[in-house]
T-cell receptor
């Protein structure tokens, strides 16, 4: 059974204080690992897909990395508008469904 | 990226009524769509997988007679919450699988409140 664990559950940062969110996973054949951003009352917004260990992707202040056991979402010099819940999900070769982690609620204070 | 829409975005209904939620892929064909449920401050929980032209596959613990799913075309899946009760109040989100993009695209969600 695929499992995804995100940590921490909640993270408070000051504006400009860089940090990382963790996503640990076990999966029977990784087809892809996804990061999404979700604002309250809205559906998840796609950020990144990572397919193989060692892969990295960047978008503005965000950088996602992947190993065989975990993925990190690094946030550099965050701004208040980066406050949201960040969701990690794995897509295994066993099927078409995504398995989501519990999410990390990020709050960036000015 | 591809766009997925949901309708309605919000619905308030009385206990015992049925509510239909539509999920559409606007610019791509989706042979597979997914329905999720999300409670406040929790992550998405998969309810069912919907395949065009065939019966939906429900996750353990999800009542298929209560949550009716129909995937009649390659761009439309519907979720009907039958005889809704207050405990069915939640945020329902659909996603569509786009093989050409090798990813799932999510709709904006539907907030259901059952009084």
């Amino acid at each position: 059974e695929d499992q995804v664990t995100q940590s921490p559950e909640a993270l408070r940062l000051q504006e400009g204080e860089s940090s990382s969110l963790n996503c640990s996973y076990t999966v029977s054949g990784l087809r892809g690992l996804f990061w999404y951003r979700q604002d309250p009352g809205k559906g998840p917004e796609f950020l990144f897909t990572l397919y193989s260990a060692g892969e990295e992707k960047e978008k503005e202040r965000l950088k996602a990395t992947l190993t065989k056991k975990e993925s990190f979402l690094h946030i550099t010099a965050p701004k208040p508008e980066d406050s949201a819940t960040y969701l990690c999900a794995v897509w295994s070769n066993a099927g078409n469904m995504l398995t989501f982690g519990g999410g990390t609620r990020l709050m960036v204070k000015p | 990226g591809a766009v997925v829409s949901q309708h309605p975005s919000r619905v308030i209904c009385k206990s015992g009524t049925s509510v239909k939620i539509e999920c559409r892929s606007l610019d791509f064909q989706a042979t597979t769509m997914f329905w999720y449920r999300q409670f406040p401050k929790q992550s998405l929980m998969l309810m069912a997988t919907s395949n065009e032209g065939s019966k939906a596959t429900y996750e353990q613990g999800v009542e298929k007679d209560k949550f009716l799913i129909n995937h009649a075309s390659l761009t439309l899946s519907t979720l009907t919450v039958t005889s809704a009760h207050p405990e069915d109040s939640s945020f329902y989100i659909c996603s569509a699988l786009a093989y050409s993009y090798n990813e799932q695209f999510f709709g904006p969600g539907t907030r259901l409140t059952v009084l």
